[in-house]
């Protein structure tokens, strides 16, 4: 049984390094529910070990993109200016609400999964309307943030996101890539990609460490999943300029409102 169990946790790292290798989405927005509602693991549990599992599979996602010129490090650096101090911040509440107990069906673990779904289904929004939101700010161009301003709502943002993403492991791929979309419209998908892999290393690392300081993270279930979203994010990053952009957002779109309704059902 425990065989089996490794061998589809495996395939299911692969399906999801593949994923976030193409499109810098869907590491905690996939990873976590499918944990928690397909395995039946804790919500807490997901989180700790996901956030794990991302810090070291956007790395490898990174190194790729940077090859490739795919990231702007002006963008990541503001970013994790923010959200690497919220994210340590964060960690301190948990530690004082003391999660380490909340098992499957707690109010935490409630309140983890709903967070999760909600913020699934925005993302699932704005692939489905990136073309009209882009389409949209470049014919309000007064709308758009410049200087000093993009700066601080980047910075912001990463506060936000810091947040969000120490919570329930969430955000660092699905909420960022939604926020460079909103903030540089210009910026080619690629770019969108691999900023926010990079800006994701950092903050996964320092996330997961607080998790692991609250003992919410299943050392042999991450090595399972690592074992096929190393292959599956090199092989998505690769191929990131090469599969068609609306057809990447019709999977991903399509496959996130599953796993959201299957997490709330």
């Not at 039946?40 to 599992?53: C, H, K, Q, R, W």
């Not at 919220?86 to 967070?115: K, N, Q, Y």
């Not at 709502?153 to 506060?159: N, W």
Request: some cysteine; overall charge positive.
């Amino acid at each position: 049984m425990a065989f089996h169990l490794d061998y589809v946790y495996i395939i299911s790292g692969l399906a999801v390094g593949l994923l976030v290798g193409l499109t810098g989405v869907g590491g905690g927005s996939l990873m976590t529910p499918l944990l928690t509602a397909v395995f039946g693991i804790p919500a807490t549990t997901a989180v700790g070990t996901d956030l794990a599992f991302a810090a070291i599979t956007k790395g490898a996602g990174t190194v790729i993109h940077r090859i490739q010129k795919n990231v702007n490090w002006r963008i990541v650096g503001l970013m994790a200016a923010g959200s690497l101090p919220a994210s340590v911040l964060t960690t301190l509440v948990l530690h004082h609400l003391d999660i380490r107990g909340a098992g499957a069906h707690s109010p935490m673990d409630t309140f983890i999964r709903w967070s999760i779904a909600i913020c699934v289904l925005l993302t699932v929004g704005v692939l489905l309307f990136k073309a009209r939101i882009v389409n949209w700010l470049n014919n309000n161009p007064h709308y758009q943030a410049t200087g000093k301003s993009l700066s601080f709502y980047t910075f912001a943002a990463g506060v936000v996101i810091g947040t969000l993403v120490t919570i329930s492991s969430i955000g660092a791929g699905a909420i960022g890539a939604m926020v460079l979309i909103f903030l540089y419209p210009d910026l080619r998908s690629s770019e969108i990609a691999g900023s926010d892999i990079a800006h994701a290393v950092p903050l996964t690392a320092v996330a997961a460490v607080g998790h692991f300081s609250l003992g919410t993270l299943d050392f042999s279930l991450l090595g399972a999943l690592l074992l096929g979203s190393i292959p599956g994010i090199t092989i998505g990053s690769y191929l990131s300029r090469a599969v068609p952009e609306r057809f990447l957002r019709g999977v991903l779109a399509t496959t996130l409102t599953a796993v959201a309704a299957k997490l709330v059902m």
